[in-house]
């Protein structure tokens, strides 16, 4: 897979995870049933959850060892309103997949880093919430063999969300923008990004009672990339990408409750569409090459149960799976093209995939934990005598309620 695939394949499924940012492991034991019950990872895309969830802080570890990607947060009530803090939440810009990461134009992987931000909700009158996130870098070299000259490399992220939850409906909205930039008092050398991203997303509940909760959603994503690099210097000769991703879903789900210590959540979303466009250009050269990619899942599967084994201890397992029409379209033109005859490529294909957790939750009065098991422990068990342990855990969530 070349560098421009690789780069469009994790753009979508960033933007198509868009939902999935405050996943906690809850709802990644249960098969990541988002939409189709209610919990705090709400908060993500409908900001006006978080009057559900004051007076609580939330600590997700997302993956074992470095607490780099771990997350905190709290929601308190102030006066009338409710105040949100989230640190560490990832926003899924990674500038090193579009800048050249080997020292080109003096830039070095990791040197711009806006994968994460801090992000601040506010609610108020029980319906509304708001929220705003915030990642910026920068760095500032001194070139020892060229005085008084310098190279520079700058990022920021910018987010804005809103939007309204009551006991039959939630609704919210999405908009974030970024740009980096890198240049140098040296050469010619130089690279710009920009970003911006919409997301809506809805769900209203069609029944909700003691025995049964019958749902319908929906989600909508826009993305828009640029990226230049001016790769040689007097005259410059400057490559431009642009990458446009469009995502739509419509989803209905029901929670079968069996009493008040278990859950069964079936969830199906009939249509789900995921487009990527994709183009380079070249100043030194005339045409573009072009590549388009299209996802169609008909349809996507949820089932997972949710069960109280005890007081304290509470049960769980879940699992997706999604059929995928998949098709592929690369056009190369201008400097790109070798072919006379102008060929373009096709191809398309039909899979699956599955995926299928189990988790345990904790209670401890007003603290929780909760846990997805490893896979590995699940069919070895631990190493009580010699051997290497994968742990317990893939992921584990804490949360104090007051």
Avoid: C
């Amino acid at each position: 897979m070349n560098r421009k695939t690789m780069l469009l394949v994790f753009a979508l499924l960033a933007l198509m995870a868009g939902s999935l940012l405050a996943t906690d492991s809850r709802m990644a034991a249960l098969g990541y049933p988002f939409g189709y019950i209610r919990d705090d990872s709400d908060i993500s895309s409908f900001p006006g959850a978080v009057n559900r969830y004051k007076n609580s802080m939330f600590g997700e570890l997302s993956s074992p060892g470095s607490s780099s990607n771990w997350t905190l947060g709290v929601n308190l009530p102030v006066r009338s309103f409710v105040g949100g803090v989230y640190l560490n939440k990832p926003t899924g810009t990674y500038i090193d997949s579009y800048f050249s990461p080997s020292g080109v134009n003096f830039y070095n992987a990791g040197d711009l880093d806006i994968s994460r931000k801090i992000q601040f909700y506010l609610g108020m009158k029980d319906a509304f919430g708001f929220g705003f996130g915030m990642a910026m870098d920068n760095k500032k070299n001194d070139l020892a063999d060229n005085p008084n000259q310098y190279s520079e490399a700058s990022a920021m992220y910018l987010d804005f969300s809103g939007g309204m939850s009551t006991d039959i409906m939630d609704f919210g909205a999405k908009f974030n923008i970024a740009n980096a930039s890198v240049e140098n008092d040296f050469n010619d050398y130089g690279n710009d990004y920009s970003e911006f991203g919409l997301q809506a997303s809805g769900r209203f509940y069609l029944m909700d009672d003691s025995d049964l909760a019958i749902m319908a959603l929906g989600d909508f994503a826009l993305e828009s990339i640029k990226a230049e690099e001016k790769t040689t210097p007097a005259p410059a000769t400057t490559w431009t990408e642009k990458e446009n991703t469009l995502m739509v879903d419509l989803g209905a789900g029901v929670n079968y409750k069996m009493g008040d210590k278990h859950t069964i959540i079936f969830g199906v979303k009939p249509f789900r569409l995921a487009n990527i466009n994709w183009k380079t250009t070249v100043s030194s050269s005339s045409g573009e090459e072009g590549e388009k990619y299209s996802y169609l899942y008909v349809p996507e599967y949820n089932l997972a149960l949710e069960s109280q084994v005890f007081p304290w201890l509470i049960g769980r397992v879940g699992a997706r799976q999604n059929y995928v029409f998949y098709s592929r379209t690369y056009d190369p033109t201008g400097n790109w093209d070798n072919n006379s005859d102008h060929q373009i490529d096709e191809d398309s294909y039909y899979f699956s995939s599955f995926v299928m957790n189990v988790g345990l939750g904790f209670k401890f009065g007003k603290f929780g934990i909760d846990a997805v098991l490893s896979n590995n422990f699940l069919h070895d068990g631990p190493y009580f005598i010699g051997g290497i342990s994968n742990g317990l855990a893939t992921q584990v969530s804490v949360k104090y309620n007051h």
